[in-house]
């Protein structure tokens, strides 16, 4: 029987992680580099939400992955990425779309309640967002399929305080926490009304499962066609597959 092989080259995994949290520098780089999803787009990888090229982090494709319960955000952003209109406006609670924002991506290390709070740097800054569940699908499902949103957030902020999100809270802006399930990758798109500059930080203390101790792994997945261990012509890539380092 023909066997599949796995090859990873120029593999690399940061353990160094489990001892400390990454600095969002290294996160950002970790993010921008994103081998496994590029190269599996350039060699034939059909994953649900590889990417073909880098892609800004104001596109679905191109999120930030929070690998760290407290993510500080000093700047805001500005337009809508290389993908405008990812957010179908008519089912979605951000009634005005994508305005200024910016992915997150947070893989679920658990069952239980994912939660946060954005806190703005500046008190008269409003800020709006949604939650999508893309487990099982491409970003582009997003303006197809409704029930990919799990939890949104248009209210203006309201006295004594401008933090909104899904944290139980019992303002106009905040939302009950989330029910995720293990395994499952959810989206946060943050929407930034008030079009300045002043950033944000994204807490993610409310949560009863662990965001932390991410580690990243690097390399290319594809099939060895003629089984020689070796990547020659005539093998392709293959998206999205889940790789594990043990022990």
């Known amino acids: 029987m023909k066997k599949l092989t796995l090859l990873i080259l120029v593999a ?24 496994m999803d590029i190269l599996a787009a350039k060699n034939g990888g059909n994953g649900a939400n590889q990417v073909t090229d880098l892609e800004p982090e104001q596109d679905c494709l191109g999120a ?29 609670c951000l009634g005005a779309g994508e305005l200024n924002g910016v992915w997150y991506k947070i893989v679920a290390a658990g069952q239980g309640f994912l939660g946060f709070n954005i806190t703005p740097n500046s008190n ?13 699908s491409p970003c582009t499902a997003l303006l197809t399929d409704p029930t ?13 305080t401008t933090v909104t999100g899904a944290n139980g809270g019992p303002n106009p802006q905040d939302e009950t926490l989330i029910a995720v399930l293990p395994g499952h990758v959810y989206y946060i798109y943050i929407s930034n009304f008030s079009s300045t500059q002043t950033g944000y930080t994204l807490d993610f203390s409310p949560s009863t499962i662990p965001i932390g101790n991410c580690s990243f792994i690097y390399g290319n997945v594809y099939y060895d066609t003629n089984q020689n261990c070796q990547r020659n012509g005539n093998d392709f890539g293959l998206g999205h597959q889940i790789v594990y380092a043990t022990p």
């Open 12 to 35: 690399f995994i940061s353990f160094a992680a489990y001892a400390q949290q990454p600095s969002n520098a290294a996160i950002e780089a970790a993010k921008r580099d994103r081998l």
């Open 64 to 92: 930030i992955t929070v690998c760290q319960s407290l993510y500080i955000q000093p700047n805001s952003y500005t337009g809508q990425g290389n993908a405008t209109n990812e957010i179908d406006n008519t089912t979605s």
């Open 124 to 136: 008269t800054d409003d800020y709006d967002w949604a939650v999508f569940d893309l487990t099982y």
């Open 148 to 160: 990919l949103e799990v939890s949104c957030n248009f209210s203006g902020s309201t006295f004594p």
